[in-house]
């Protein structure tokens, strides 16, 4: 549990798009923006299993009526707002593509999620998805296109300053590939996919549950 959590520099957040020559190494221009441990200032969540309760492999959460919000994930999402880090959910919907659910039961499902996470002061300031089945787009993860997505809304996003929080391989390879920190939910061991524990081996960090994992991160950074 050490790795790239690293100790923050003294400057603050990157200015997006802008100048950063205030600060006091002018002479280095750029240095600072270039360690690859920027105080965390995104936090990209995978849904099911992450925030709320996974259902059993091959089913799916398919309406508001299957949302369980995990314990203490309200209070975490609400941590982080509070720390100042931007929380954006990516998650993989291939129920869409499969016709199990429609794209209004996804925005229905995201809207009681973000419901009960602002009954206890919690907020995500994006949700992002791919509808789409296996290998007919760019935005399924593991590939980026949800991060260029989050991008496209969100212009100041950088992956040196993110994390990716996840319980599948999937994730974790995304935030990999991206450059992101990635942290690994181990979750509940009936529910484990194939593959999870080449995602915990993979991962810079691995805990239990997102509240344990939200703690180290805001510690750490
Ligand atoms: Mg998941
Ligand atoms: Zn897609």
Known sequence: MQLSIAPEEADPLPIPNGDSRCCYHSGVSGASNSSPSRKLHTVFLDRDGVLNEKMPEGEYVRSARDLRVLPG?????????????????????????????????????????QGTLASRGGRI??????????????????????????????????????AMIGDSLSDIEFGQRL????????GDPQ???????????????????LPEAVDALIDGD
């Open 125 to 162: 300031d994006g949700f992002f998805y791919c509808p789409h089945g296996e290998d007919e787009c760019n935005c399924r993860k593991p590939l980026g296109g949800l991060f260029d997505q989050a991008v496209a809304r969100f212009p100041d996003i950088e992956a040196r300053s993110s």
């Open 179 to 186: 450059g992101m920190r990635t942290v690994f939910l181990e």
């Open 73 to 113: 994930v309200a209070e975490a999402v609400a941590r982080l707002n509070r720390a100042g880090m931007r929380t954006i959910v990516v998650s993989n919907q291939r129920g869409i593509a499969l016709g199990l659910y429609t794209a209004a039961d996804v925005e229905a499902i995201h809207a009681e999620l």
């Open 191 to 209: 529910r484990r996919k194939s593959g999870a524990s080449r995602a915990s081996e993979l991962a810079d960090l691995q805990f239990q549950s």
